[in-house]
C-alpha cells in the first residue's frame, strides 16, 4: 500500500518522472492496476479539484498533476488488456467548430480521465455533426463543449440545437465552458451545466451522472 500513497502524493505534486517511476515499480511488485487507479490516481486528482477550488493552487499546478497522471495512465493501459474496469461515467468533448484552442479542454480531459471516467475527445474544430455522429456511436453520459473565441460560441447553441433535431437530447446531457462563457449564456442555449473550471468540471461531471 505504500507503493499507491506514494503514488498519490507525487501525483499530486505533479511529478511526472517519480509518478511513471512509482507506477512501474507498483505493476513489477504486482500491485494490481486498477487499485493504482481506483486508490492513487483518482484520490489525487479529487486533491487536486478540492485544492484548486479552495484556490491553494492554481492551473500551472492542475496541469502539472494531471499530465503526470496522464503519463502514468499510459502506462498501466497495457496491463489493463482483458480486464473489465467500470468507468464511472462516459464523456465525449471537444472545443467546437472554428475554435482551435486546446489547453483547457485538454486539461478537462484529463481530469476528468483521473476522475474514473472514460472520455473521447474529438480534438478542436469540431463540426456540430460530428458531436451528433459521436453520441450516436459511443452512447455516453454528457458532452461538454469548449470555446475560447466568442466568435465560436454560436457553435454550442447549434450542437444542442442539432441534439434537439436528432432526438438525441433526452439521451444526453451537456455541460459547456470556456473564457467567454457564462452560466447565463448556458441557461439561454438550453446546456445541462455550466463548468468555469477543470475542477468545476469534474464536480458537475458526478452530478450530471447522478
Same mark, same amino acid.
Given at each position: 500500500?505504500?507503493?499507491?500513497?506514494?503514488?498519490?502524493?507525487?501525483? $499530486?505534486?505533479?511529478?511526472?518522472?517519480?509518478?511513471?517511476?512509482?507506477?512501474?515499480?507498483?505493476?513489477?511488485?504486482?500491485?494490481?492496476? #486498477?487499485?493504482?487507479?481506483?486508490?492513487?490516481?483518482?484520490?489525487?486528482?479529487?486533491?487536486?479539484?478540492?485544492?484548486?477550488?479552495?484556490?491553494? $493552487?492554481?492551473?500551472?499546478?492542475?496541469?502539472?498533476?494531471?499530465?503526470?497522471?496522464?503519463?502514468?495512465?499510459?502506462?498501466?493501459?497495457?496491463?489493463?488488456?482483458?480486464?473489465?474496469?467500470?468507468?464511472?461515467?462516459? /464523456? $465525449?468533448?471537444? %472545443?467546437?467548430?472554428?475554435?482551435?484552442?486546446?489547453?483547457?479542454?485538454?486539461?478537462?480531459?484529463?481530469?476528468?480521465?483521473?476522475?474514473?471516467?472514460?472520455?473521447?475527445?474529438?480534438?478542436?474544430?469540431?463540426?456540430?455533426?460530428?458531436?451528433?455522429?459521436?453520441?450516436?456511436?459511443?452512447?455516453?453520459?454528457?458532452?461538454?463543449?469548449? /470555446?475560447?473565441? %466568442?466568435? %465560436?460560441?454560436?457553435?454550442?447553441?447549434?450542437?444542442?440545437?442539432?441534439?434537439? #433535431?436528432?432526438?438525441?437530447?433526452?439521451?444526453?446531457?451537456?455541460? $459547456?465552458?470556456?473564457?467567454?462563457?457564462?452560466?447565463?449564456?448556458?441557461? #439561454?442555449?438550453?446546456?445541462?451545466?455550466?463548468? /468555469?473550471?477543470?475542477?468545476?468540471?469534474?464536480?458537475?461531471?458526478?452530478?450530471?451522472?447522478?
Amino acid at each position: 500500500m505504500d507503493h499507491i500513497n506514494r503514488i498519490k502524493q507525487t501525483t $499530486i505534486a505533479g511529478n511526472m518522472p517519480q509518478v511513471i517511476e512509482l507506477t512501474d515499480l507498483a505493476l513489477k511488485a504486482g500491485v494490481n492496476p #486498477e487499485t493504482v487507479i481506483q486508490q492513487g490516481f483518482i484520490p489525487a486528482m479529487e486533491v487536486v479539484g478540492d485544492k484548486f477550488a479552495r484556490s491553494e $493552487i492554481y492551473v500551472p499546478e492542475m496541469l502539472l498533476a494531471a499530465r503526470a497522471m496522464k503519463a502514468a495512465l499510459d502506462r498501466i493501459k497495457p496491463f489493463l488488456v482483458g480486464t473489465e474496469i467500470n468507468p464511472l461515467g462516459k /464523456a $465525449i468533448i471537444g %472545443t467546437v467548430q472554428g475554435d482551435m484552442h486546446d489547453i483547457g479542454k485538454n486539461l478537462v480531459a484529463m481530469m476528468l480521465e483521473g476522475s474514473g471516467f472514460e472520455v473521447i475527445d474529438l480534438g478542436v474544430d469540431v463540426p456540430p455533426d460530428d458531436f451528433i455522429d459521436a453520441v450516436r456511436n459511443h452512447n455516453p453520459d454528457f458532452i461538454g463543449l469548449s /470555446a475560447l473565441l %466568442t466568435t %465560436t460560441m454560436n457553435s454550442m447553441e447549434e450542437t444542442i440545437r442539432k441534439l434537439v #433535431e436528432a432526438d438525441l437530447r433526452d439521451r444526453v446531457k451537456v455541460m $459547456i465552458g470556456g473564457a467567454p462563457v457564462s452560466r447565463l449564456f448556458a441557461e #439561454e442555449i438550453g446546456a445541462d451545466e455550466y463548468a /468555469a473550471n477543470a475542477g468545476e468540471a469534474v464536480q458537475l461531471a458526478k452530478k450530471l451522472i447522478g
